[in-house]
């Protein structure tokens, strides 16, 4: 199992730091990094390295040049809050909420889009998603 969580650590900081290195291949990795969180909101719901792509997305998003462009903000409505919606967010959910908050942090006015998007996919019936989406509030 330490292994693994090395080879993880390892394959995470080497995509972080051609990321931050090739500036020509930064569309293509978000883009890649969409895809598969699309796949898990649309097709699988599961994906092993949610929690560490969405870690790496957290210091991509911190490094975001302001004003934010058009499809950083239409990331955030179509896949951030979405991802809040699948059954095992709570093995992500730090990582999630992180995200979410470096968006908040870096434009205040789109707390309001926040907050619509977490009461749209608010758990009804499961209490400790509901525990979760009231400590990211």
């Known amino acids: 199992s330490s292994g693994i969580n090395a080879e993880c650590d390892l ?6 730091r051609i990321y931050g290195k090739f500036l ?4 293509y990795i978000r883009k890649q990094i969409n895809n598969i969180f699309y796949q898990v909101l649309y097709e699988s719901e599961r994906h092993n390295g949610i929690a560490e792509l969405l870690e790496i997305l957290g210091s991509i998003i911190n490094g975001f040049a302001l004003p934010l462009k058009e499809e950083h903000k239409q990331f955030l409505q179509s896949v951030l809050l979405p991802l809040h919606k699948v059954k095992s967010m709570s093995v992500y959910h730090p990582q999630l909420a992180y995200c979410v908050v470096q968006f908040l942090e870096k434009d205040s006015t789109l707390t309001e889009v926040v907050i619509k998007g977490l009461l749209k996919f608010w758990p009804k019936t499961h209490s400790p998603k509901e525990v979760m989406f009231l400590n990211e509030l």
């Open 11 to 16: 394959l995470e900081t080497t995509l972080h």
């Open 24 to 27: 020509g291949l930064r569309a």
